[in-house]
């Protein structure tokens, strides 16, 4: 195999193990995190797939803003029910 | 749980693992490519626009109309966003809570700023030339507020993240975006058509005619457009 078939197959595993974990993960605040962590992955696999373009959106904004925007929200909605 | 719910669970998941072993197993080995879109987009993008990286010259050249109307999804959505969230008259918009951050974590801070600004435009200037381009380097120049909030707390972020600047500057980035297309009409062409010079045939940074200004009208609309969001969701979240 060469290094690009190789890393090709270590993203798709990697990915395919981690999707089911960000859904088995029943806490919310948990969930965003390895939901981030799963972002990167993701980005990973598009690299070895030579898709650079879409690898550097996916960073951006599957592992930095689509996380925070969960949390921000979880933490407001929480307030909410408090108050 | 339900023994009921686990059989149905379970017949659905082996129906549909049979379904997609089946359809990957027709699929074509990778990077056998049969269309032939590719092959035209490839013989477009360097030997005619003079744009090394054919993505930046698909996206913001021979798709472009297309590229608009995304960039417009994205203005409406955020303004849509800054609607819903927009300040209402409650004490106070959570400015003066406090950042747990220390001496250290502000120094990495202080120095990534820098390199990051810097490498955000880096990208959003070379769409035509490497990966990247005005959406990339547009998001990542909107996290960087979000490091220095880390560092500061949300009285920096709102003081270097106004209100009014990115929702200006975001519809003056979708603006631009459509009024470079009307270049193509003032040629005698057609709207988005690629009029200005190519510049230089080994890509640089002012190679690709319009590609490298619509990257720049694309990376002000979505990094006004991020640092937006980021500003309104934090300070709904802050608002005491």
């Known amino acids: ?26 806490k919310p605040v948990s969930q965003a995190i390895a939901l981030s962590l799963y972002g990167l992955l993701l980005a990973v696999l598009f690299f070895a797939y030579q898709a650079p373009d879409v690898a550097l959106a996916q960073i951006v904004v599957g592992a930095v803003l689509l996380p925070l925007m969960i949390l921000l929200t979880m933490a407001r909605a929480r307030r909410q029910e408090e108050e | 749980m339900n023994a009921g719910r686990l059989i149905v669970f379970g017949l659905g998941a082996v129906a549909l693992a049979i379904a997609l072993l089946l359809g990957v197993g027709g699929l074509p080995p990778v990077g056998d490519y049969r269309g032939p879109y590719g092959d035209v987009v490839y013989a477009i993008a360097g ?24 960039e417009f999804i994205l203005f409406g959505s955020v303004t849509g966003v800054a609607v819903l ?21 502000r120094l990495v801070v202080f120095l990534l700023v820098g390199i990051g600004v810097t490498f955000g435009f880096y990208v959003v200037v070379h769409g035509q030339i490497t990966p990247g381009g005005g959406f990339q380097g547009g998001a ?51 709207y988005f058509e690629n009029v200005i010079p190519f510049g230089p045939r080994k890509s640089s940074i002012v190679s690709g005619g319009i590609i490298p200004l619509l990257s720049l009208a694309s990376g002000l609309e979505v990094g006004a457009g991020f640092a937006r969001l980021i500003r309104v969701f934090l300070e709904e979240r802050l608002r005491p």
Do not use: C, W
């Open chain 2, 85 to 105: 969230l927009r300040p209402t008259r409650r004490k106070g918009d959570g400015s003066a809570a406090r950042t747990i951050a220390d001496a250290a974590d």
């Open chain 1, 1 to 26: 195999m060469t290094p690009d078939a190789i890393l090709q197959h270590a993203a798709l595993v990697f990915v395919g193990a981690a999707a089911p974990v960000v859904v088995l993960i029943r």
């Open chain 2, 140 to 190: 990542f120049l909107a996290s960087i507020p979000l490091l220095v909030y880390l560092a500061g707390g949300p009285g920096v972020l709102y003081r270097i993240v106004p209100r009014g600047l990115v929702a200006g500057a975001g519809a003056a980035g979708a603006l631009l975006f459509a009024a470079i297309g009307l270049l193509g009409l003032a040629a005698g062409g057609a």
């Open chain 2, 47 to 70: 030997p005619e626009r003079h744009a090394a990286n054919a993505v930046g010259a698909l996206v913001f050249d021979i798709r472009a109309f297309d590229t608009l109307l995304e």
